[in-house]
């Protein structure tokens, strides 16, 4: 148990709905990552929050967001929803130091499109 | 951004055989981690390699860094029918702690 939590487990969606999900940090971790993983493929990194604020993204559109509270858990939402969204998706946390590279990993949300 | 890659892409081995791994990547980085992951599940953190170190051991695991071919192995030694999962190298650039995952080496080790 890496002490990242996910939810919810599963989710179904219909195209062009939108979709939040959530993530709370293991406990003195002010960095959470989300990564999207398609079925058989290794994750990809959507962005990073550092202290409420976000710090580095990767190569996905605008329509996902996302947030982070003061007590470091976060949100990903996905507006307009389409069927290649369907995936794992996984966020991690990590403290942000340069010499602690390690990031703990939460048990992840799968979510489908329809 | 750059990705590792994995080879071999599905691996099948008896129970006490061993497992090895390799991972390329493309540029300069900080560090280089191999993580698991079970049946689709959450990924476990394995075993970080700093780009200043050669070799590391943790356990049944040891991995190898060569930054001069930009790559990294994976070895499990004397491998258990708990270690069947699939396992992903992630490489970190300096500056920040983003990681660039390959798409994952399957392994199955038969009882």
């Known amino acids: 148990e890496t002490g990242v939590t996910q939810s919810p487990t599963h989710l179904i969606k219909t195209r062009g709905q939108q979709v939040t999900l959530r993530c709370s940090s293991q406990?003195?971790?002010?960095?959470v990552s989300w990564y999207q993983q398609a079925l058989g493929q290794g994750p990809q990194f959507i962005f990073q929050?550092?202290?409420?604020?976000?710090?580095g993204r990767g190569n996905f559109p605008p329509r996902f967001s996302g947030l982070q509270f003061p007590n470091y858990s976060s949100e990903l939402n996905v507006n307009a929803l389409e069927l290649d969204d369907s995936a794992l998706y996984l966020c991690?946390?990590?403290?942000?130091?340069?010499?602690?590279?390690?990031?703990?990993f939460g048990p992840g949300t799968r979510l489908t499109v329809t | 951004s750059q990705q590792g890659e994995e080879d071999p892409q599905a691996l099948s081995i008896q129970e006490g055989e061993n497992a090895t791994m390799n991972c390329s990547y493309k540029?300069?980085?900080?560090?280089l981690q191999w993580y698991r992951q079970n049946s689709g599940r959450g990924l476990v953190h394995l075993i970080l390699?700093?780009?200043?170190?050669r070799e590391k051991h943790s356990g049944r695991l040891r991995v190898t860094l060569d930054t001069s071919k930009k790559s990294s192995s994976l070895l499990i030694t004397a491998s258990r029918a708990a270690d069947t999962a699939s396992y992903f190298c992630?490489?970190?650039?300096?500056?920040?702690?983003?990681?660039?995952f390959g798409k994952g080496n399957q392994v199955v080790v038969i009882p």
């Open positions: 991690a946390s990590s403290r942000r130091d340069p010499r602690e590279f390690e990031q703990y």
């Open positions: 929050y550092y202290r409420e604020e976000e710090n």
């Open positions: 992630a490489t970190a650039l300096y500056g920040n702690n983003r990681l660039a």
């Open positions: 406990s003195g971790h002010n960095t």
């Open positions: 390699i700093r780009s200043n170190e």
């Open positions: 540029t300069s980085i900080n560090n």
